[in-house]
């Protein structure tokens, strides 16, 4: 079974800085989505950004970006010019037959 | 953008009960459908897959019997909780696959339901 794991069950940073929340993953397959997802205190999940396995490239949106490592099995998620309102849970997730989350980052963002 | 509905967002109930929760798509159809569990400051795990017209498929350690999963149409898949006890307060989450339920159709999630039983 596909596993996911993200290594920081909190993470803090000073508004306007830039913080990157990290997750791997195990799976045999070859195509498959990646996602990183915000759950605010109202618990609504709120996707952030996605990456498909077979792209290179990683994927951008807006101040969001990830470093996508097929080889190494990491996907890792960047937060610029962090603001008051990204303070959430993260949650990392694979996407294959169903879909898959880590166990979470609470980021904190510091005015 | 696609909407999914959960309803209740809120449901207290005594223990012995049965607790009904609906997922439906507002706008798109749902082939596919998936209930998640979350326990306070712990993520989604996966319940069980369902997919429209057919049998829906648990994860191990689930209960089927306890959870009866229901998706008779394209846009509703309920949840049915059975003799409901005090450890099945949780919080519920669906989430719901436009089209096939090829992995690169986003999933869109319902609101959540908060589950308390007494």
């Known amino acids: 079974a596909q596993t996911v794991t993200q290594s920081q069950p909190e993470m803090s940073v000073q508004e306007a800085e830039t913080v990157t929340l990290s997750c791997t993953y195990d799976?045999?397959?070859?195509?498959?989505?990646l996602f990183w997802y915000k759950q605010p205190p109202s618990r609504q999940m709120i996707l952030v950004i996605r990456?498909?396995?077979?792209?290179?490239q990683n994927a951008t949106e807006n101040r969001f970006s990830v470093n996508f490592q097929k080889a190494a099995k990491s996907f890792s998620l960047k937060i610029s010019d962090s603001q008051l309102g990204d303070a959430a849970m993260y949650f990392c997730?694979?996407?294959?037959?169903?879909?898959?989350f880590g166990a979470g980052t609470r980021l904190t963002v510091k005015p | 953008g696609a909407v999914v509905s959960q309803h209740p967002s809120r449901v207290i109930c005594k223990s012995g009960t049965s607790v009904k929760i609906e997922c439906r798509s507002l706008?798109?159809?749902?082939?596919?459908m998936f209930w998640y569990r979350q326990f306070p400051k712990q993520s989604l795990m996966l319940m069980a897959t369902s997919n429209e017209g057919s049998k829906a498929t648990y994860e191990q350690g689930v209960e089927k019997d306890k959870f009866l999963i229901n998706h008779a149409s394209l846009t509703l898949s309920t949840l049915t909780v059975t003799s409901a006890h005090p450890e099945d307060s949780s919080f519920y989450i669906c989430?719901?696959?436009?089209?096939?339920?090829?992995?690169?159709?986003?999933?869109?999630f319902g609101n959540g339901t908060r589950l308390t039983v007494t």
């Open positions: 799976t045999s397959e070859s195509d498959y989505y």
């Open positions: 989430s719901a696959s436009r089209g096939s339920s090829s992995y690169n159709s986003p999933l869109h």
């Open positions: 706008d798109f159809q749902a082939t596919t």
């Open positions: 997730a694979y996407r294959r037959d169903d879909m898959r």
């Open positions: 990456q498909e396995a077979y792209k290179q």
